[in-house]
């Protein structure tokens, strides 16, 4: 059985950061494609940010968060993370941790189907 637990959410100023963490059980992160995902209300859930199983990580990302967020995983802690940097308003959502195959090519991290197991989320704020 596969669990994630998300934490490090919080309520941030624009312009500032936060490192959202997720701790795996049940599966090696690195056995496995990670992602996490985000929700605003009365929205749906979108892509973020994923990083593929294997020693490559390769990793991709949603177009309004390329360089400003990153995605990275610890194989010793068997946790994943990610780096928010250049918080905006718009930026506002609950974050979802995902894990799905190791084998996931690149092109589908993006689909909410390509993942089997999902976290409960964390709910980070950006406000002034």
């Known amino acids: 059985q596969v669990q994630l637990v998300e934490s490090g959410g919080g309520l941030v100023h624009p312009g500032g950061s936060l490192r959202l963490s997720c701790a795996a059980s049940?599966?090696?992160?690195?056995?496995?494609?990670m992602a996490w995902f985000r929700q605003a209300p009365g929205t749906e859930r979108d892509f973020v940010a994923a990083?593929?199983?294997?020693?490559?990580?390769?990793?991709n990302y949603l177009d309004s968060v390329k360089g400003r967020f990153t995605i990275s995983r610890d194989r010793a802690k068997n946790m994943v993370y990610l780096q928010m940097n250049g918080l905006q308003p718009e930026d506002t959502a609950v974050y979802y941790c995902?894990?799905?195959?190791?084998?996931?090519?690149?092109?589908?991290?993006?689909?909410?189907?390509?993942?089997?197991?999902w976290g409960q989320g964390t709910q980070v704020t950006v406000a002034s």
């Open positions: 049940g599966r090696a992160v690195t056995s496995a494609t």
């Open positions: 990083v593929r199983g294997g020693g490559g990580g390769m990793t």
């Open positions: 995902a894990s799905g195959a190791s084998s996931l090519i690149l092109s589908s991290t993006w689909q909410r189907r390509s993942y089997d197991y």
